[in-house]
Nanobody, 120 residues
Framework: EVQLVESGGGLVQPGGSLRLSCAAS????????MSWVRQAPGKGPEWVSR????????YYVDSVKGRFTISRDNAKNTLYLQMNSLKPEDTAVYYC?????????????WGQGTQVTVSS
């Protein structure tokens, strides 16, 4: 079965950094685009970033451009999100997800999420 397991979240001060990981299994990871999606308290899901199957094309929501970097290691079936210069507004549960074909902001599979809290 498809399994996505996020890790690396935690509590960090504004301006700090965090690296999230997503371990994937149950599908041919290297053939699929992958996304990071987050959900802040009391808000709906927000798409954050996407990376193509080979890792050569990346996309970001404007609010994280220049601060976050999505990457992947297909040999390890792992997706990453390096988050720098974190802001309180980045506080959310972060999920990795497999985007749906033809519907890039909808997802066929989600992980359980990892909590990121940015606070003084």
């Amino acid at each position: 079965e498809v399994q996505l397991v996020e890790s690396g979240g935690g509590l960090v001060q504004p301006g700090g950094s965090l690296r999230l990981s997503c371990a994937a299994s149950g599908f041919t990871f290297g053939m699929y685009d992958m996304s990071w999606v987050r959900q802040a308290p009391g808000k709906g899901p927000e798409w954050v970033s996407r990376i193509n199957s080979g890792g050569g094309s990346t996309y970001y929501v404007d609010s994280v451009k220049g601060r976050f970097t999505i990457s992947r290691d297909n040999a390890k079936n792992t997706l990453y999100l390096q988050m720098n210069s974190l802001k309180p507004e980045d506080t959310a549960v972060y999920y990795c997800a497999v985007p749906r074909w033809g519907s890039p902001y909808e997802y066929d599979y989600w992980g359980q999420g990892t909590q990121v809290t940015v606070s003084s």
